[in-house]
């Protein structure tokens, strides 16, 4: 195996095991305190399914590295297919839960006068499903496009060239277009709801200055919180996405295969390294994480 596959596989297994130690931990305390109260918020039951989403979307990522570096037998054309549908529908909804939980704090947190957006924040949660109901649509309609495109590329890579040659080049860019509004739309989502979360911190910062009070108070804190969380998302989704781009480039070119391998290993930045973000922004993950490397601390002084 050569020098520069070994760093990048080293890499990727060590941020495959820490997002799914980290996206683990979130599923499994929001899951315990489930148990507990015998219900479940509508942040808290976004931040575990989004855990879950993101734990298949690793599972889905590392296997198809391996199974590409090391060229295995069992990797054949139709499982190919598979996993590339499998890796649509975790990235889908990793993607669309992110957007959502981004929508949720605005309307929790954030206050505007305008009816339109009281509305809207006396039923965040009906926003929320309603959302996630609207990506499903679109998510049949893409996987349906993926699909059809996929197997007329296996029918030009096994020989099979047909009349079909010039529908299978509309179906490809199909795919490709749409693969660019399936990520831009919730990006675009994402950052409206970061730039309305400044724009209602600076009013309420400016109202408190008015009236003589401080700026620490509880409210400031929520919403730096939550604009923290928001762009974090949103900055390791643009490093998630300008590396999909360049890697479609890069396959359609058929450049090297080593800036195709960086390019994975950055992109596996996305379900990863967010999770830890999430599990600081969030008091009562933030707490149970402290707890337990405290508890992992004293065990390990104890072993010694």
């Not at 839960?97 to 605005?106: D, E, G, H, Q, V």
């Not at 911190?201 to 939550?226: C, F, Y």
């Not at 195709?260 to 707490?287: D, E």
Request: charged share 10%; net charge positive.
């Amino acid at each position: 195996m050569a020098l520069l596959p070994a760093i990048l596989s080293s890499l990727f297994t060590i941020q495959f095991v820490l997002g799914n130690v980290a996206n683990g931990f979130i599923a499994l305390v929001n899951c315990t305190d489930w148990v507990k109260r015998q219900k479940i918020s509508c942040a808290d039951g976004i931040l575990t399914a989004l855990a879950v989403s993101r734990i298949c979307l690793l599972c889905v990522l590392v296997l198809n590295w391996y199974a590409t570096v090391f060229n295995l037998a069992f990797y054949s054309l139709d499982v190919k297919l598979i996993v590339h549908i499998a890796w649509m529908t975790s990235h889908h909804f990793s993607l669309w839960l992110a957007t959502s939980l981004s929508i949720f704090y605005l309307l929790k947190i954030a206050n505007f006068s305008s009816l339109l957006f009281l509305h809207l924040k006396w039923r965040a949660e009906r926003v929320v499903i309603m959302i996630l109901l609207g990506s499903l649509v679109f998510l049949v309609f893409y996987l349906a496009v993926v699909s059809t495109d996929e197997k007329m590329q296996m029918n030009e890579d096994k020989g099979n060239i047909t009349w079909e040659t010039n529908l299978g080049d509309i179906m490809h860019l199909s795919n490709q277009t749409l693969f660019m509004l399936a990520n831009f739309i919730p990006f675009t989502m994402s950052l409206t709801a970061v730039l309305l979360l400044i724009f209602s911190m600076w009013k309420h910062l400016k109202n408190m200055q008015l009236s003589g009070k401080g700026t620490q108070d509880p409210s400031t804190e929520v919403h730096i919180r939550a604009m923290q969380t928001v762009i974090s998302f949103l900055l390791v989704f643009v490093i998630f996405f300008f590396t999909q781009i360049i890697s479609l480039w890069n396959s359609n070119t058929q450049q090297n295969n080593s800036l195709r391998m960086v390019c994975k290993v950055l992109a596996i930045l996305y379900p990863s390294s967010h999770s830890f973000i999430l599990i600081w922004g969030n008091k009562k993950l933030r707490q149970a994480f402290l707890s337990f490397l405290w508890q992992l601390r004293c065990w390990l002084r104890k072993g010694k």
